[in-house]
Every structure is written in structure tokens, then in C-alpha cells.
């Protein structure tokens, strides 16, 4: 018998196993991939926490591995000291299947350990949990969530006392513990114990208090606020409250999308609840030009990422990529901070190095430092910390390709709800001095070069799903490639290696932590990036062409993918 097979016995006739999960398992007791799946490795804690299927067995998301999960956290946090334990963790949650069943699960291990739990009574955003997680003092924080994952799945994130994502350094520590339990049910919890608290109310009226100090178009928006008309959609996740309050809070008149303000685990409205696609958008897009509106946001279930959709010279609504964003805002917040006098000296921003080479251009012309650093909000997090302390550059925005973006210190991850007031906030200001937003994107194509920035997924299925993306990533770092379409390689780095190698062959050493991802830097300024999803069983090819015009950067986009499908092949 294989040993996925004696361990999925050993569950099934475990007494201390849940009736409905017995069921579930005598579901597939003819289903041997399915048990493979299940059972023939463990779900795995990284330096985002753990995402996976919802279901019974060591390789999915149920109340067992949350458990076992959180006990490890506890072990950890336990020798920090009693103070440690005292000032507590604080757990969030979003509108997943079982989100509240995994929160109140991670709760009772906690108090079980002498560990105080600050439980958010309804659902909130990633944001607002980072944010609390410094604003109450507590040691570290719990986020249970999937982000924009389809709806099969959920997942665990721990932070840290800084409010970003838990560093490589304590997650090491952390999964050490998680390992050392073999015996996934013999870990419990304990039901209404003191030690379980409800986070405050005041918590989310500091929250929004902190949003509105980053208002930088105030006389915009008192002057177009009441007649903009926007069009926003929470995707049945938890964004609908605070991105609402804090719209309503500076006066911009919104219409929301009503059927998808519901708390829907199944996102019964939408393929997947990822914002990034414009077919998530469809229902605000079509509520929009129904009523003549100007601009639609989408969030996504734990309101870290945003998508928007503007109308284009034709009227037509143009869903923006998150690149596109990203430089409008980019653009917006240091053209404002500048007309204000307020840009700091040592004003600097944060993207990750597969996030549009565009940044590099405005952030130079502004003066502004620009740093670069792994996929990965919490390295953005990190930066602001090491900022704070040392006073070298003063923090002013930060966001990655994949729709996330953070302006203010008040959290230490991405911020669809903050982001969501710039957004809205950047329509009133070119709306008050006579333009679109669309015009706008137009005018920074031809002012910085045309950049066309796309991303392709490849699914991978199974359970060596993760060993297969990474072997091909690996197999990259040992050919030699000189060019791709009409470009050719400037360097290729080998994030792996923490190793840059030019084309002449001259290695330079690279200053950033290591991942496993190959880079490819073109001639001309673009860029293509193979690396293997964190979070899904994806591999991630990210392209950047820089180009005088749209259409010779498409041609060129056509040609550098077919070069890469026969690198891949």
C-alpha cells in the first residue's frame, strides 16, 4: 500500500475526524489520483502562508491544517514571552467558503496556547487587518483568504508586528513548528474563552480617518465629486463597506453593481473574482453604459487588488491592466505632491521587478528614486520599514503588476480601498482640468515612449504541479539565448543565483533576496520574466516591450512570444 494510501485509511478511521469529512472521504474511495492529491503531500506553509482547494486531507484547506498551522504560529509567538502572547494576534477574514469556520478555528488554537485573539466580527480587507495589526499593537495578524483564487479555494496569511506579511526569517521559524506535528487531529482548540475579544469597532473609523489624510485633490473633488458618476463592484467580496464609506466620506457619487454586493462564496456572478480581467468588470461595464457612467472599479474578495475600466477616445469602456494603473497613479501622485510643494527630497517608490520598466521613466523624471524588489507585497513592506527607520527616503507609493497598489504607510500590503479614493479622486482632477483619464495614459505614452506590458499563465495540475514549474525555470538558467523577436538580450539574471550575467559574459552580483525566476533584460528597456506562480499552480511569463508606437510594439510582442514558446517547448 502507498503511503497516501495508508494515511488516507488512517483519517477515514480516525474517531476524532468530523462525520461530514468522513463522508467526504468515503466519497472518493475509488478515486486514486484524487486520494493521491489529497494525501500525498502537504499542503505547504510559505512566505505567503498556504493556499489550496478547500477539502478534506493534509493537501487541502480545511479546519486541520488551519489548526496545525496556527499551533506552529503559537509555538513561535510563545517564545517571544508572555508580552508577546498578551499583546495578541489578530485575525481577519474574507467571504471564502468556511473563512469564518477557519478563522474562529485559528482563534480557539490561539487562546488554547494562553495566546490573546482579536477576531473581526464580519468580514474585512487585507488592508484593514494590516492596518490593525500596528494599530492595535498586536504581535502578529492572520488574513484568511484567497485573494483572487477561483472559488475552489482558500487560504492562510500571517503578519507580522509590522503589519506586512511575515518575513522569510519567522516563516522559517514558524513552519520548523508546523513540521514537528505529525498528528494533524490531534491539534484543538478552545470555544468561548476570554482570550478571544472582538477587534473594536473604532478600529475601522480610525482606519478611514487614515485614508483621507492621502486625499490629494480636494478642491477636485468638492467641484466634479457629486456629479462624477461611477460605477463600482465588490465582486461579493469584503471591499463593499470601506470602499463605499471612504467614497461616501469625500462626496463622489457612486452606483454600485447591487447583485454582486452580496457575500457569495461561490462568486456566483463571475468565472473567477480576479479584478485584473476585464470579464469580471462585465456586469459594472454593462451597469455603466446603461447609465452614461465615467469610470468602473472592481475589487476582489479580500479587497487587496483593484481593477478599473475607463471609457477610450471611441466612448467604449478600455479596462485598464494593472500596469496602467499603476503609472497613472504613479504619474498622478507625484504631478500632484509636485504642484503642492509637498514632493519629499528623498521621496522614493517601490515596484517588483516584473511591474512595468514605464516606472523607471516617470520616476526619472521626477527625481524620484525608484527600487525594485521580488514579487511580493511584503518586500514592498519591507522597504517602508527600513525607511522608517533609517530616514534615508520617504515612502510615496508602491505597486505591482497585478493590480496592487499602496500609497500611505497606514498598511503594509496592497490597498484596493485606498486605492480605489486616488482612483477616484485622479477622474475629478483631470475631469476639473478638462480631460479623461484615458487622454491622460495616451499623453504619458507619448511623452515617455509606448510600453506594452503583458502577462500569460501556464496551468499545471496535480501534485507535482509546483516541481514541474520550477524544473522548467531551472532548465532556463543553463541556455544560452541571444535574442527574442527584434531584440536582443542586454543580460539575463538569475534571481536564483542572485546573479546578473550580461551578453559578453561579465557576472554582476544582485542586491535583492533570492526567488526562483530567470529575467530577461532587452535592448531598448523591455523585459520577459518566466517564474512560477506562489500562490497557484500556474507559471507566470511576464513580457515588456518598450517601442516608438503601439502597433510595432504589438509586432513585436508576436514575434517575442513564439521566440519564447520555442524556449519553453
Same mark, same amino acid.
Given at each position: 500500500?502507498?503511503?497516501?494510501?495508508?494515511?488516507?485509511?488512517?483519517?477515514?478511521?480516525?474517531? !476524532?475526524?468530523?462525520? %461530514?469529512?468522513?463522508?467526504?472521504?468515503?466519497?472518493?474511495?475509488?478515486?486514486?489520483?484524487?486520494?493521491?492529491?489529497?494525501?500525498?503531500?502537504?499542503?505547504?506553509?510559505?512566505?505567503?502562508?498556504?493556499?489550496?482547494?478547500?477539502?478534506?486531507?493534509?493537501?487541502?484547506?480545511?479546519?486541520?491544517?488551519?489548526?496545525?498551522?496556527?499551533?506552529?504560529?503559537?509555538?513561535?509567538?510563545? @517564545?517571544?514571552?508572555?508580552?508577546?502572547?498578551?499583546?495578541?494576534?489578530?485575525?481577519?477574514?474574507?467571504?471564502?467558503?468556511?473563512?469564518?469556520?477557519?478563522?474562529?478555528?485559528?482563534?480557539?488554537?490561539?487562546?488554547?496556547?494562553?495566546?490573546?485573539?482579536?477576531?473581526?466580527?464580519?468580514?474585512?480587507?487585507? *488592508?484593514?487587518?494590516?492596518?490593525?495589526?500596528?494599530?492595535?499593537?498586536?504581535?502578529?495578524?492572520?488574513?484568511?483568504?484567497?485573494?483572487?483564487?477561483?472559488?475552489?479555494?482558500?487560504?492562510?496569511?500571517?503578519?507580522?508586528?509590522?503589519?506586512?506579511?511575515?518575513?522569510?526569517?519567522?516563516?522559517?521559524?514558524?513552519?520548523g513548528f508546523i513540521g514537528k506535528?505529525?498528528?494533524?487531529?490531534?491539534?484543538?482548540?478552545?470555544?468561548?474563552?476570554?482570550?478571544?475579544?472582538?477587534? *473594536?469597532?473604532?478600529?475601522?473609523?480610525?482606519?478611514?480617518?487614515?485614508?483621507?489624510?492621502?486625499?490629494?485633490?480636494?478642491?477636485?473633488?468638492?467641484?466634479?465629486?457629486?456629479?462624477?458618476?461611477?460605477?463600482?463592484?465588490?465582486?461579493?467580496?469584503?471591499?463593499?463597506?470601506?470602499?463605499?464609506?471612504?467614497?461616501?466620506?469625500?462626496?463622489?457619487h457612486v452606483h454600485v453593481v447591487?447583485?454582486?454586493? @452580496?457575500?457569495d462564496p461561490a462568486f456566483s456572478?463571475?468565472?473567477? *473574482?480576479?479584478?485584473?480581467?476585464?470579464?469580471?468588470?462585465?456586469?459594472?461595464?454593462?451597469?455603466?453604459?446603461?447609465?452614461?457612467?465615467?469610470?468602473?472599479?472592481?475589487?476582489?474578495?479580500?479587497?487587496?487588488?483593484?481593477?478599473?475600466?475607463?471609457?477610450?477616445?471611441?466612448?467604449?469602456?478600455?479596462?485598464?491592466?494593472?500596469?496602467?494603473?499603476?503609472?497613472?497613479?504613479?504619474?498622478?501622485?507625484?504631478?500632484?505632491?509636485?504642484?503642492?510643494?509637498?514632493?519629499?527630497?528623498?521621496?522614493?517608490?517601490?515596484?517588483?521587478?516584473?511591474?512595468?520598466?514605464?516606472?523607471?521613466?516617470?520616476?526619472?523624471?521626477?527625481?524620484?528614486?525608484?527600487?525594485?524588489?521580488?514579487?511580493?507585497?511584503?518586500?514592498?513592506?519591507?522597504?517602508?520599514?527600513?525607511?522608517?527607520?533609517?530616514?534615508?527616503?520617504?515612502?510615496?507609493?508602491?505597486?505591482?503588476?497585478?493590480?496592487?497598489?499602496?500609497?500611505?504607510?497606514?498598511? !503594509?500590503?496592497?490597498?484596493?480601498?485606498?486605492?480605489?479614493?486616488?482612483?477616484?479622486?485622479?477622474?475629478?482632477?483631470?475631469?476639473?482640468?478638462?480631460? @479623461?483619464?484615458?487622454?491622460?495614459?495616451?499623453?504619458?505614452?507619448?511623452?515617455?515612449?509606448?510600453?506594452?506590458?503583458?502577462?500569460?499563465?501556464?496551468?499545471?495540475?496535480?501534485?507535482?504541479?509546483?516541481?514541474?514549474?520550477?524544473?522548467?525555470?531551472?532548465?532556463?538558467?543553463?541556455?544560452?539565448?541571444?535574442?527574442?523577436?527584434?531584440?536582443?538580450?542586454? %543580460?539575463?539574471?538569475?534571481?536564483?543565483?542572485?546573479?546578473?550575467?550580461?551578453?559578453?559574459?561579465?557576472?554582476?552580483?544582485?542586491?535583492?533576496?533570492?526567488?526562483?525566476?530567470?529575467?530577461?533584460?532587452?535592448?531598448?528597456?523591455?523585459?520577459?520574466?518566466?517564474?512560477?506562480?506562489?500562490?497557484?499552480?500556474?507559471?507566470?511569463?511576464?513580457?515588456?516591450?518598450?517601442?516608438?508606437?503601439?502597433?510595432?510594439?504589438?509586432?513585436?510582442?508576436?514575434?517575442?512570444?513564439?521566440?519564447?514558446?520555442?524556449?519553453?517547448?
Amino acid at each position: 500500500m502507498e503511503k497516501y494510501q495508508e494515511l488516507y485509511e488512517r483519517w477515514l478511521g480516525d474517531p !476524532r475526524l468530523a462525520e %461530514a469529512d468522513r463522508e467526504e472521504l468515503r466519497a472518493i474511495a475509488g478515486d486514486e489520483k484524487e486520494k493521491e492529491y489529497r494525501f500525498g503531500g502537504e499542503l505547504e506553509f510559505g512566505t505567503a502562508g498556504m493556499r489550496g482547494i478547500i477539502g478534506c486531507g493534509v493537501n487541502m484547506m480545511n479546519v486541520y491544517t488551519v489548526r496545525r498551522a496556527t499551533q506552529g504560529l503559537s509555538e513561535y509567538i510563545k @517564545t517571544l514571552g508572555q508580552e508577546a502572547a498578551e499583546r495578541g494576534v489578530v485575525i481577519s477574514y474574507d467571504t471564502r467558503k468556511n473563512s469564518r469556520l477557519f478563522a474562529e478555528a485559528a482563534a480557539g488554537v490561539l487562546a488554547k496556547n494562553g495566546i490573546r485573539a482579536l477576531l473581526f466580527t464580519r468580514v474585512h480587507p487585507v *488592508p484593514m487587518l494590516s492596518y490593525a495589526v500596528r494599530h492595535l499593537g498586536a504581535i502578529a495578524g492572520i488574513m484568511i483568504t484567497a485573494s483572487h483564487n477561483p472559488k475552489e479555494y482558500n487560504g492562510y496569511k500571517v503578519y507580522g508586528e509590522d503589519g506586512a506579511q511575515m518575513s522569510p526569517e519567522a516563516t522559517a521559524v514558524v513552519v520548523g513548528f508546523i513540521g514537528k506535528i505529525g498528528d494533524y487531529l490531534s491539534v484543538t482548540g478552545v470555544e468561548g474563552s476570554p482570550l478571544v475579544t472582538p477587534v *473594536p469597532a473604532s478600529v475601522d473609523d480610525d482606519y478611514i480617518a487614515e485614508l483621507e489624510k492621502l486625499t490629494l485633490s480636494e478642491g477636485a473633488v468638492k467641484a466634479c465629486g457629486k456629479d462624477l458618476k461611477l460605477v463600482y463592484t465588490p465582486v461579493h467580496g469584503s471591499g463593499y463597506v470601506p470602499v463605499m464609506r471612504i467614497l461616501e466620506r469625500l462626496g463622489i457619487h457612486v452606483h454600485v453593481v447591487e447583485e454582486q454586493t @452580496t457575500e457569495d462564496p461561490a462568486f456566483s456572478t463571475v468565472a473567477v *473574482p480576479n479584478p485584473e480581467f476585464k470579464e469580471t468588470l462585465s456586469m459594472g461595464i454593462a451597469l455603466a453604459d446603461r447609465i452614461h457612467a465615467d469610470v468602473v472599479f472592481g475589487t476582489d474578495p479580500d479587497s487587496d487588488r483593484l481593477g478599473v475600466a475607463v471609457k477610450d477616445e471611441k466612448g467604449e469602456f478600455h479596462a485598464l491592466s494593472g500596469n496602467q494603473v499603476g503609472i497613472l497613479l504613479l504619474d498622478y501622485i507625484l504631478t500632484r505632491l509636485k504642484e503642492e510643494d509637498a514632493l519629499p527630497a528623498n521621496a522614493a517608490v517601490v515596484k517588483s521587478f516584473v511591474t512595468t520598466g514605464m516606472a523607471k521613466l516617470i520616476c526619472d523624471d521626477f527625481g524620484v528614486a525608484l527600487f525594485e524588489t521580488p514579487v511580493g507585497f511584503k518586500f514592498i513592506g519591507e522597504k517602508i520599514k527600513l525607511w522608517e527607520a533609517d530616514g534615508s527616503h520617504t515612502f510615496v507609493f508602491g505597486f505591482e503588476e497585478s493590480c496592487g497598489y499602496l500609497r500611505g504607510t497606514h498598511a !503594509r500590503d496592497k490597498d484596493a480601498v485606498v486605492a480605489s479614493m486616488l482612483c477616484a479622486e485622479m477622474v475629478c482632477y483631470y475631469t476639473y482640468i478638462g480631460k @479623461t483619464v484615458y487622454e491622460r495614459l495616451q499623453e504619458i505614452y507619448q511623452k515617455y515612449g509606448y510600453v506594452l506590458d503583458r502577462n500569460v499563465s501556464i496551468q499545471y495540475a496535480g501534485l507535482n504541479a509546483m516541481k514541474e514549474m520550477n524544473a522548467v525555470v531551472d532548465g532556463l538558467k543553463t541556455r544560452t539565448v541571444t535574442a527574442f523577436g527584434p531584440f536582443k538580450v542586454a %543580460a539575463m539574471r538569475d534571481y536564483s543565483a542572485s546573479v546578473r550575467t550580461l551578453a559578453d559574459g561579465t557576472k554582476e552580483t544582485l542586491d535583492i533576496p533570492k526567488c526562483n525566476c530567470v529575467y530577461y533584460e532587452l535592448e531598448g528597456g523591455g523585459f520577459i520574466c518566466v517564474r512560477p506562480s506562489g500562490t497557484e499552480p500556474k507559471l507566470k511569463i511576464y513580457y515588456s516591450v518598450k517601442a516608438s508606437d503601439e502597433h510595432f510594439a504589438e509586432a513585436a510582442l508576436f514575434l517575442i512570444q513564439k521566440d519564447v514558446e520555442k524556449l519553453l517547448s
